[in-house]
């Protein structure tokens, strides 16, 4: 159980064009999910977190313009990555937290590599 | 943006040693912690979480121990299999945080043969 995919898995793209990741919660209902990027053999940074029916909560430093969230439904979130540039390369990766759970528990998806050329 | 020369810290073990895994937290409103594994180009994956309102959990092969005087935190795993090496991060969620977890750096595990 707690089954987070991605997709897609990994994208190139040229620079200026926009690109969508999904993150869906496969078996449970999450009410909240969160958006990450991580670099090469650092840690995880949260870059914003989104609420179902709810504009989504940015983190300070991340421009809510050049990465649109939407949570239409309790197992679906995008992050829209709009006028990539090559330093928006990265490893974005989404996680979901169950509605009603007890616990903070978060469950990660697989990640998405984006590469913008 | 990215951090060039940034290192993991490492940790190296025989296989079939134990492997203990550290990390401190510097927020004393910190009530629930996790420990995530993760393995290279993929998500991370929950290991065994606890609460502050204990100081010792156990799951299978793993043991997680929490030190609130000290602010300390650690994995411990038995019996370490090569299955195991991968990158391990704690992650801590602060009392009215709005849940959200924070992780620390990682350590990269390597089981050596």
């Known amino acids: 159980g707690a089954v987070v995919s991605q997709h897609p898995s990994r994208v190139i793209c040229k620079s200026g064009t926009s690109v969508k990741i999904e993150c869906r919660s496969l078996d449970f209902q999450a009410t909240t999910m969160f958006w990450y990027r991580q670099f090469p053999k650092q840690s995880l940074m949260l870059m914003a977190t989104?609420?179902?029916?709810?504009?989504?909560?940015?983190e300070q430093g991340v421009e809510k313009d050049k990465f649109l969230i939407n949570h239409a439904s309790l197992t679906l979130s995008t992050l829209t990555v709009t006028s990539a540039h090559p330093e928006d390369s990265s490893f974005y990766i989404c996680s979901a937290r169950m509605a009603g759970g007890i616990g903070e528990t978060q469950y990660f998806g697989p990640g998405t590599r984006l590469l913008v050329l | 943006g990215e951090s060039v020369g940034l290192h993991l810290p490492t940790l190296s073990v025989q296989e079939g040693d134990n492997s203990i895994i550290n990390c401190a937290y510097s927020n004393s409103a910190s009530d629930y912690f996790i420990w995530y594994k993760q393995e290279s180009g993929k998500g991370p994956q929950f290991i065994i979480d606890?609460?502050?309102?204990?100081d010792k959990r156990q799951g299978q092969r793993v043991t997680v121990l929490l030190n609130k005087t000290v602010k300390h935190l650690s994995l411990q795993i038995a019996a370490t299999q090569p299955g195991d090496s991968a990158v391990y991060f704690c992650a801590e969620n602060i009392r009215g945080s709005a849940r959200q977890l924070t992780f620390g750096s990682g350590t990269q595990l390597t089981v050596l043969p």
């Open positions: 989104s609420n179902e029916g709810s504009k989504a909560t940015y």
């Open positions: 606890i609460r502050s309102n204990m």
